[in-house]
Nanobody
């Protein structure tokens, strides 16, 4: 089990920036991957960014060059820095952890990001 608590969402104008944080309750050494997903109204949840335990990162094409995933192992926190935000980035953003040999997914409660035009 792992607890994930997101923070940092809010309302921002197009072109602005936000940084999301996700505090997790387990050593990163036991986590296979940490990531961020988002779900806009009427749409399926989609991967935004992910970092594996080996350090490999993946980004959705729509956010490449604008978003950056990073982590602070000492503080058990993963971040999503979002720059040059667009209205289409508006969604609920969820922190995700993949744990164990069966790659079980755990989710945070979500944080709302709203980008106004």
């Amino acid at each position: 089990q792992v607890q994930l608590v997101e923070s940092g969402g809010g309302l921002v104008q197009a072109g602005g920036s936000l940084r999301l944080s996700c505090a997790y309750s387990r050593s990163i050494s036991t986590i296979n991957a940490m990531g961020w997903y988002r779900q806009a109204p009427g749409k399926q949840r989609e991967l935004v960014a992910r970092e594996t335990s080996g350090g490999t990162t993946d980004y959705a094409d729509s956010v490449k060059g604008r978003f950056t995933i990073s982590r602070d192992n000492a503080k058990n926190t993963v971040f999503l820095q979002m720059n040059s935000l667009k209205p289409e980035d508006t969604a609920v953003y969820y922190c995700n952890a993949v744990i164990g040999v069966y790659n079980v997914h755990y989710w945070g409660q979500g944080t709302q990001v709203t980008v106004s035009s």
